[in-house]
Nanobody
Framework: QLQLVESGGGLVQPGGSLRLSCAAS????????IGWFRQAPGKRREGVSC????????YYADSVKGRFTISRDNTKSTVYLQMNSLKPEDTAVYYC??????????????WGQGTQVTVSS
């Protein structure tokens, strides 16, 4: 079974930054589209970002475009999400996930426990 371990969440003030990390265990990222989704209390899961295995193309939800940056280091089997200019509405549990395909940011599957991000003053 695939295992992904997220880290880097925390409490940050509006306008602040966080960098999430996701380390793969028992498999390498080379063969997967990989990315993030989030879930806020009482809300549906939302695809946030994804990067493809084919050419490293990146996809972002409109709500985070221009503020979040996804990157991957296949040598370390790790994917990152740099989050800048954070807003209270970014508050959620963030999950690292594989994606069947990145387009649409909907075909994701979670393999980790998530990391809490709270944006509040």
């Amino acid at each position: 079974q695939l295992q992904l371990v997220e880290s880097g969440g925390g409490l940050v003030q509006p306008g602040g930054s966080l960098r999430l990390s996701c380390a793969a265990s028992k498999f390498t990222l080379d063969y997967y589209n990989i990315g993030w989704f989030r879930q806020a209390p009482g809300k549906r899961r939302e695809g946030v970002s994804c990067t493809t295995i084919i050419d490293g193309s990146t996809y972002y939800a409109d709500s985070v475009k221009g503020r979040f940056t996804i990157s991957r280091d296949n040598t370390k089997s790790t994917v990152y999400l740099q989050m800048n200019s954070l807003k209270p509405e970014d508050t959620a549990v963030y999950y690292c996930s594989t994606y069947a395909y990145c387009s649409g940011l909907s075909e994701f599957e979670s393999w980790g426990q998530g990391t809490q991000v709270t944006v509040s003053s």
